[in-house]
């Protein structure tokens, strides 16, 4: 904080959890003086108090993708797969 940092962006929601509890405890408004987001969406994001903002993204479309990808190039598969939506939607709350 004293750097001037007035955000987070975290890996996964998870380590935003763990960011979000940190400012808890030390008195940071949140989003106020930090904000945080984190990534995937997770029903923890919803369940944190407070409730975490966090990055959504079709993880279960893009493994489908990559399955067929390889079952295509394994010639399994004849036709390619359509290119997935790597859409990233931010789903905001309280920590931003």
Do not use: C, F, K, Q
Request: proline share 6%.
């Amino acid at each position: 904080m004293d750097a001037g940092v007035t955000g987070v962006v975290a890996y996964n929601d998870d380590i935003a959890a763990a960011v979000v509890g940190a400012a808890v405890r030390a008195g940071i408004a949140l989003p106020g003086r930090l904000a945080v987001v984190g990534h995937d969406d997770s029903p923890l994001a919803r369940l944190l108090v407070p409730a975490l903002s966090s990055v959504r993204v079709d993880v279960a479309g893009l493994g489908r993708y990559a399955a067929h990808r390889a079952l295509h190039a394994l010639g399994v598969e004849e036709t390619p797969p359509a290119e997935p939506d790597v859409r990233a939607t931010v789903v905001h709350r309280e920590t931003s």
